[in-house]
């Protein structure tokens, strides 16, 4: 099996920034994305700069966490009047049988606006494309369709297609509990991927898929997300020496996106 291993959230925080490039570095990581929005961006991109030669560096469309590029005025529908993003709970307490359950409907022109903004900001700080488009968090009808929009604006691979494919095996993400950071390391994606539980290598599939989300837990990262200490844990479990053997044993060829066949794009 030729395997996917994704780190999401490149860059959420200085600490899970450094995080995401030890499991490059000691762990089976080879696909990150970029949180471009994020005032400490160009130093986090500086960092993983003499790795771009070995790993697909993508970027992370979000409009849910952190500080907008445009700003509220530009982008009402998305913020706070001081320019940070509604929250996850807060955008799916907006969305209701009103509106379709996706009160960005009416607003895909600001979305579309704000993440063009997050893919330019991408290409100033690394100097060409993403390697790939994913979508953070917050997902609807709209967020998935405009960043497959943009994705194939600037002939990107987008994940959510790379998912469907027939000769993709999602490994499921089955090993979080979605608790308190005292609950979160409580999690075992070692014997998650170890036991195969998400039927991944069983299913015999030329590729596999594996989203995970390494780092260090540092204080940002508490202010920010409810995903904070199974960081911690997804990064101990990538770099693990049963992790390691398991690749091994198994005759996984670790790729990127960059890897993948060029019809796979978006169009």
Request: proline share 3%.
């Amino acid at each position: 099996m030729k395997l996917i291993a994704q780190s999401d959230d490149y860059g959420i925080t200085p600490g899970c920034a450094a995080g995401a490039l030890a499991g490059i570095r000691h762990g089976i990581i080879r696909n990150t994305g970029l949180f471009a929005n994020m005032p400490w961006a160009k130093e986090c991109v500086d960092e993983i700069r003499p790795y771009l030669s070995d790993i697909a560096f993508g970027i992370d469309l979000n409009a849910s966490t952190g500080p907008s590029l445009l700003g509220h005025d530009a982008v009402p529908a998305l913020t706070h009047e001081d320019d940070s993003f509604y929250g996850s709970r807060e955008n799916r307490a907006m969305d209701n049988d009103e509106n379709g359950h996706d009160h960005l409907s009416g607003a895909a022109d600001q979305l579309e606006a704000e993440f063009n903004a997050q893919i330019q900001m991408y290409i100033k700080l690394v100097g060409h494309v993403p390697d790939y488009v994913h979508n953070h968090a917050y997902a609807t009808a709209t967020t998935m369709a405009v960043s497959k929009k943009l994705a194939a604006k600037y002939h990107c691979i987008w994940t959510d297609s790379v998912m469907k494919k027939e000769n993709v095996a999602n490994a499921g993400m089955g090993w979080y509990r979605y608790g308190g950071p005292e609950e979160q390391l409580k999690e075992d994606m070692i014997s998650y991927l170890v036991e195969d539980k998400g039927g991944m290598l069983a299913s015999g599939k030329l590729y596999g898929y594996l989203v995970c989300h390494c780092g260090y837990a540092d204080a940002p990262i508490f202010a920010l997300s409810s995903f904070n200490t199974c960081r911690v844990k997804d990064l101990e479990a990538v770099t693990s020496s049963e992790i390691l053997k398991w690749v091994k044993d198994h005759g996984i060829e670790l790729i990127t996106f960059r890897d993948l066949p060029r019809d796979w794009e978006e169009k």
